[in-house]
């Protein structure tokens, strides 16, 4: 029976796998300079006698063909870039760059791929057509890997009909994945705010143009772009997470600078709410005599998981990891670049529990402590292996 022997298979390499999941993590490195990963999975693929092609610089794309007749092709899909975060865990594969971290499970994230490619390659007669195994960097810095991807072609030659990815999700219980159909994370956009008035001496503000008053108004007033405009069907968030006015406690600056975040889950909307704020912000600063520069750094669109493809993900996974083993989940206001495939092709984007209470392992993504029961990682490389095969046969 083919699930219990990709089950099989599974077992017997996940000790290689979390050996890889563990190299990768003792040296991580930033978005788009992901070069010794990138010439680590080189190296794996060219040991297991497998071709593969490099884009977007340290992007990777290999291919397995089976060996029954079939015009199908699906893109598996990994992320390979670690986070500027200073890791705090006791462990002997600590990162051993000072300030990056795998702290979104981009380490597991690219091993369980090399794991579900091992053992595709292995039962290529047992399926037909093309699988493509998509490594991509830059998945946390916009304008995103996969758009990157994506213009040189990881998408053509031949075109995937069906495209996965899987993240690891702290909040699921190890054994378990989570599937949403249809819109599943936001869209995101940076905001860059300089705001410029005239500085002076605290105790004569009247002689001055206060743009730390006008920064203060304005982060209020941006708010009613959420409560008051957009609808409230519309989830959508604004939040300002750095301000610098870099004066003293009795001197008004000539500037300050804010950095924000705008999410939301309709791009008519977000279209609409990007001319909204720009227009807010000059308008308010220009009436209480000050400038407003409001730059929009446009990201990554609104991530949809296709129905159709999603149920299909949801029986199989039903199928090979028993009753209760895949759970609907809640939209989820973070951002994935994994949203631009699902723009072209019909994708599914699950959630791969790591949480593990009685073993400590409970902290969040992007966490100095996070963690992940690598027991998850037989779950990946199987299951993604089997999705592969089953999926729109």
């Known amino acids: 029976m083919l699930k219990e022997e990709i089950k099989q298979l599974a077992r017997e390499i996940w000790h290689d796998v979390v050996k890889i999941r563990r190299h990768l993590h003792r040296y991580p490195e930033l978005s788009f300079s992901e070069y010794e990963t990138s010439a680590y999975i080189k190296s794996i693929l ?6 593969w092609t490099a884009m977007a610089d340290t992007g990777i794309v290999a291919i397995v063909e089976g060996e029954q007749h079939s015009d199908r092709v699906i893109a598996l899909r990994a992320d390979m870039d670690a986070l500027p975060i200073q890791e705090a865990n006791d462990l002997d ?8 971290m795998h702290a979104c499970g981009h380490d597991a994230h690219t091993a369980s791929l090399l794991g579900s490619l091992r053992i595709l390659q292995s039962l290529k007669n047992k399926f037909g057509g093309t699988i493509k195994f998509i490594f991509q960097p830059g998945e ?19 075109k995937p009909q069906i495209v996965l990815g899987q993240h690891v999700l702290p909040s699921l219980e190890v054994g378990k994945i989570g599937i949403r159909p249809g819109k599943y994370m936001a869209s995101v956009d940076e905001i860059y705010v300089k705001v410029r008035g005239k500085g002076g001496h605290g105790a004569q503000p009247h002689q001055n143009i206060d743009p730390v008053l006008i920064s203060a108004h304005l982060i209020i007033a941006l708010q009613q772009i959420v409560s008051r405009n957009a609808n409230p069907a519309h989830p959508t968030v604004l939040s300002f997470g750095k301000v610098i006015a870099n004066g003293a406690t009795n001197i008004i600056p000539d500037e300050v600078a804010m950095e924000g975040t705008f999410r939301t889950m309709d791009e008519t909307w977000r279209s609409e709410a990007h001319q909204k704020m720009k227009k807010m912000a000059e308008s308010l600063a220009e009436s209480m005599g000050g400038t407003c520069d409001f730059t929009i750094l446009k990201g990554y669109p609104v991530l949809i998981n296709d129905p159709e493809v999603s149920a299909q993900v949801s029986r199989h996974a039903t199928t090979y ?3 209760d083993q895949v759970e609907d989940l809640n939209i989820w206001m973070a951002a994935e670049d994994f949203a631009y495939y699902s723009h072209h092709a019909a994708s599914c984007f699950y959630m791969l529990g790591v949480h593990n209470k009685t073993k400590g392992i409970e902290s969040s993504l992007h966490t100095p402590t996070f963690k992940l029961d690598e027991d998850a990682l037989q779950l990946s490389t199987g299951l993604m292996a089997y999705l592969a095969i089953m999926i729109n046969q």
């Open 321 to 323: 990891l028993g009753p």
């Open 93 to 100: 594969y600590v990162s051993l760059h000072p300030g990056v």
């Open 46 to 51: 060219d040991e297991w006698g497998i071709a």
């Open 140 to 158: 946390e810095k916009i304008p995103g890997g996969a758009s990157q991807m994506i213009q040189e072609g990881v998408l053509d030659h031949p």
